[in-house]
């Protein structure tokens, strides 16, 4: 199964498994799951870690590099995926976290994450 990863997921995944639970490490160490990251992770760390803040201090090109080179799967983003942002509720208002919601509702990827307010959306949307 495919699964769209959440940044903190992401994170956490590859640098402080412990913080994951044990559902998000189980989906996670499946080998018969896909996993895929978002460029709209990448932008956030990036932003984040340019301004310098403690929970993001991985630099982005190199956590991309990493992932890549650890099978995962990178999930375009599209003009699609930007436009339907409208026809979600404003539930949360992080433009990262509503990107990626949409691009897993779009897809029909599960997203997997550890945020409550992101767990309150309908649609493929997984809290683990």
């Known amino acids: 199964m ?6 903190h997921i992401l994170l956490w995944a590859a640098a402080e498994p412990h ?12 080998s ?6 978002s460029p709209v992770s990448i932008w956030e760390i990036a932003i984040k ?3 310098g803040r ?3 201090q991985v630099e982005p ?9 650890q099978d995962y799967i990178e999930l375009p983003l599209t003009g699609a995926h930007a ?6 509720p404003t539930i949360h208002k992080d433009p990262f976290d509503r990107l990626l919601i949409a691009q897993a ?7 997997l994450t550890s945020d409550i307010q992101v767990a309150r959306y309908a649609g493929p949307v997984r809290k683990v």
């Open 49 to 51: 870690y340019g301004l």
């Open 2 to 7: 495919k699964f769209l990863l959440d940044t």
């Open 105 to 111: 509702t779009v897809e029909g990827i599960p997203l």
């Open 61 to 69: 090109r190199v956590f991309r590099r990493a992932l890549l080179d």
């Open 19 to 30: 913080r994951l639970s044990r559902n998000a490490r189980a989906l996670i160490e499946d």
């Open 32 to 37: 018969e799951n896909e996993l895929l990251f």
């Open 83 to 88: 436009a339907s942002i409208d026809t979600l």
């Open 54 to 56: 403690k929970d993001f």
